[in-house]
């Protein structure tokens, strides 16, 4: 058990719709990354969050977003869902410093767009 | 640009015997590695990582080798156990504080 949380566990959703997916990183870690596993493109990095500031972007479309709360955890924001989102979405904290490459990932969210 | 990637899909090995799976990269400039094993149905989780001032890391079963110049990594594990099947990714570090994954690799242990 890495200590990072994600749900829902499976979400199965139609096209055009918007989901929200929800992290929490481990205790005390501050940095939150989102990535997306798909069959085609494997892990891809989409975005991430550092004490509640956005710190860097990946390949992530303009129909999703992010924010990461006061408490640190965070939401991804899918929206006018496409065919093509069905993937697994995956959380990864890790810890300011020098070891902040370690990252952390959480069981993930299987997503299906119907 | 920036990749990372790996020769083999798949790998099948016995019981007890050692395996080894090779990542290369082409960013030159890449200073940080990691590994990571994804069981079905779970997340990656953290193997080992090296920093690209070393040659050899170990952890427990696992060695991780960094050949700078041919931009070449490996991991090998040591007695591979069933419950070593897995993907097995390596990443690098990105430059903007990602990891970039490569494809993945499929270990098969074999009783």
């Known amino acids: 058990d890495s200590g990072v949380t994600q749900t829902p566990k499976h979400l199965i959703t139609a096209t055009g719709q918007r989901v929200t997916l929800r992290c929490s990183p481990r205790s005390g870690d501050l940095s939150v990354y989102w990535y997306q596993q798909s069959l085609d493109q494997g892990l891809q990095f989409l975005i991430q969050y550092y004490n509640g500031e956005e710190r860097a972007k990946g390949n992530i479309l303009e129909r999703f977003s992010a924010q990461q709360f006061p408490d640190l955890h965070s939401e991804l924001n899918l929206s006018s869902l496409e065919l093509g989102d069905s993937a697994l979405y995956f959380c990864a904290s890790s810890a300011s410093g020098v070891n902040s490459y370690e990252q952390y990932f959480g069981p993930g969210t299987r997503l299906t767009v119907t | 640009g920036e990749s990372v990637g790996l020769h083999l899909p798949t790998l099948s090995v016995q019981e007890g015997d050692n395996s080894i799976i090779n990542c290369a990269y082409s960013?030159?400039?890449?200073?940080?590695f990691i590994w990571y094993k994804q069981e079905s149905g779970k997340g990656p989780q953290f193997i080992i990582d090296?920093?690209?001032?070393?040659d050899k890391r170990q952890g427990q079963r696992v060695t991780v080798l960094l050949n700078k110049t041919v931009k070449h990594l490996s991991l090998q594990i040591a007695a591979t156990q069933p419950g070593d099947s897995a993907v097995y990714f390596c990443?690098?570090?990105?430059?903007?504080?990602?990891?970039?994954f490569g494809k993945g690799t499929k270990l098969s242990v074999k009783p």
């Open positions: 990443a690098e570090k990105g430059g903007v504080g990602n990891l970039i």
């Open positions: 960013n030159s400039a890449s200073d940080y």
């Open positions: 090296i920093r690209s001032n070393m």
